[in-house]
């Protein structure tokens, strides 16, 4: 099935949640890291939904429609904070 690029945070969030990915919240951004490489599959069907690869972090990340500059001299989770997706979206919905 064919992934539709997501948009929104809420809409990553969703994603993630759905699908069981290790999600966190890091500013207006969403990244995954996996203690293993995913499967193929996996890793084309984040794409489809508009993650991309970060090879000097080695994690995913999804701009959720908020682009920015490189962070080259800085961890983006150090100067934004983390939230988990369970902090991230109510559970009261």
Known sequence: MKQEK???????LQFCRD???PARVVGKWV????????YASVREELE?????WSNRRKQ???NC???SEPARDYEPWD???????EEAIPTNR
């Open 19 to 21: 699908n069981n990915l």
């Open 6 to 12: 997501l948009n929104s945070i809420e809409e990553v």
């Open 48 to 52: 489809q939904a508009g993650f991309r």
């Open 79 to 85: 100067r934004y904070g983390t939230r988990t997706l």
């Open 65 to 67: 429609g908020y682009p």
């Open 31 to 38: 990244w995954l890291k996996f203690p293993l490489r995913p």
């Open 60 to 62: 995913f990340h999804h």
